[in-house]
Structures are given as structure tokens and as C-alpha cells.
């Protein structure tokens, strides 16, 4: 998790270089650029986290995509513009602001051009490197941390999380589930709009269903295709494990 950290930060530091070298081809002092394009880092980190969630909808995904980018843009625009008032009246006076930058599909595409690489890099290193063991989380005011082998399955009811684990416990929650989604690696597998299941803990799989300590969750449309080949897979590769 160290590294992953590291490598994220060095990323979005990278990125925030780049885009003051940009500024700096318009004439600015270096100083105001680093300062400029600082203030857009809060909006491409908006981007990286609400982008995949809005993609992921189940329902009016493209309303959800169009609000997410609008609310993107609009944070990138005033952040830049707060940013380069404060400059020219504070510190740098009388210095222009490239009309460039006061475009919203500029602001855009410069989004997606470091958003999308950053992206890229987080399921790379997510993949490449070790996945976590524990998890830690907040539930009903408590700090928890839980073996990420002990969880059965996550499901939500919209205003809450719960996460099932094997001594029979339940964990409430007020992170959505698609964050978990992101946060528990790779041996979980999302089937439905409401419910992630623990590979691991899944002891059979049909078209239709899983079944996991004897409660038989049904695959939604929209996962199932996926989710079942994924599921079959694990399960084979469980099977020649225990031949072998």
C-alpha cells in the first residue's frame, strides 16, 4: 500500500509540473505557474474518483456521466480562476490570464490527458503489486480493521454498506459500495448493483446465481456476463489448485 501511495503522489506531482511547464510557454513566471496549476489538481482528483462511479451508473448512466464531467469542468474553472485573480492582485499584479485557460473544453481535455494516465497507473500498480490483507474502516463511529479473507459479501441499501464476514458479524458503513468496489482488490467481484462477493468464499456459481454460506445471490443484467466468467474461472483455477 506504501508504494502505491508513493507511486500516486509522484504521479500527480509529475502532473502538476507539467501543467506549470505549460503555463510557463505563455509567458509565466514559474512561481505563479506552479501556484495555477495546483489549483487544478483538486479537480482532476474529482475527475479520477467520480468519473469511474458515474460510468459504473445502473441507471441514466449518460446523465450521470454528463453531470460528473460538468461538475468537473466547473471545479477546474473556478479553482483557476480564483487562483489566477489571487496572483494578479497578490502577488503578481497586472499580469494577464491566458484566454486559453478560461475554456472549458481546454480545461477538458488537459483533464483527460493527465486523469486517464493516472487511471491507467492505479490499475497497473493494483495488479502488479501485492494486494492488501487487512482493510480499515469506520463503522457506527468505530474503527475497524478487518481481514479482507474474513469478508463473505458487501451489500447496500443505498443510504448503507454492510459487509458480511465469516463469524457471522455485519458491518455498517456510509461508503458506497463502488468505493468498495475499488478499495477490496481483485479476489472480489461485483454481481449486482448491490451486492460484491468474496471469490474466495463463493461455493457455487450458476448462470443465474452465486451461493455463498448458503444465501443464493442473483447476478443483475449488467454483471452478469462478466462477473459469471470471472466467477467460473476462479473457481476452476481453486479446483486444479486442490489436485495439484
Not at 110 to 123: I, K, Q
Not at 148 to 169: F, K, Q, R
Not at 193 to 218: F, P, S
Amino acid at each position: 500500500m506504501g508504494m502505491r501511495y508513493w507511486a500516486m503522489t509522484g504521479y500527480w506531482a509529475g502532473a502538476v509540473l507539467s501543467l506549470a511547464v505549460l503555463l510557463v510557454s505563455f509567458d509565466y513566471e514559474f512561481g505563479r505557474a506552479l501556484f495555477i496549476a495546483s489549483s487544478l489538481l483538486p479537480g482532476m482528483l474529482c475527475a479520477q474518483f467520480f468519473l469511474p462511479q458515474a460510468f459504473a451508473a445502473s441507471q441514466r448512466r449518460g446523465v450521470a456521466v454528463v453531470c460528473a464531467i460538468a461538475g468537473v469542468v466547473m471545479v477546474e474553472w473556478v479553482s483557476m480562476l480564483l487562483a489566477c485573480t489571487y496572483t494578479r492582485v497578490v502577488v503578481w499584479p497586472y499580469s494577464s490570464f491566458p484566454a486559453l485557460f478560461s475554456n472549458p473544453i481546454f480545461l477538458l481535455v488537459v483533464t483527460v490527458a493527465f486523469v486517464l494516465p493516472g487511471e491507467l497507473l492505479a490499475r497497473w500498480l493494483r495488479q502488479r503489486l501485492p494486494q492488501p490483507r487487512h482493510i480499515a474502516f469506520v463503522s457506527e463511529r468505530r474503527k475497524v480493521t478487518l481481514a479482507l479473507a474474513a469478508i463473505l459479501y458487501v451489500e447496500s441499501n443505498d443510504t448503507e454498506v454492510a459487509l458480511h464476514t465469516v463469524d457471522g458479524a455485519v458491518y455498517r458503513t456510509r461508503t458506497r459500495i463502488s468505493q468498495w468496489e475499488q478499495q477490496l482488490g481483485e479476489r472480489f467481484v461485483r454481481i449486482h448493483r448491490a451486492y460484491i462477493v468474496n471469490a474466495d468464499h463463493v461455493v457455487r456459481v450458476t448462470a443465474q446465481a452465486v451461493e455463498i454460506d448458503g444465501l443464493q445471490i442473483e447476478f443483475s443484467r449488467k454483471y452478469r456476463e462478466s462477473a459469471f466468467a470471472r466467477l467460473v474461472r476462479e473457481s476452476e483455477g481453486r479446483g486444479a489448485s486442490a489436485r495439484g
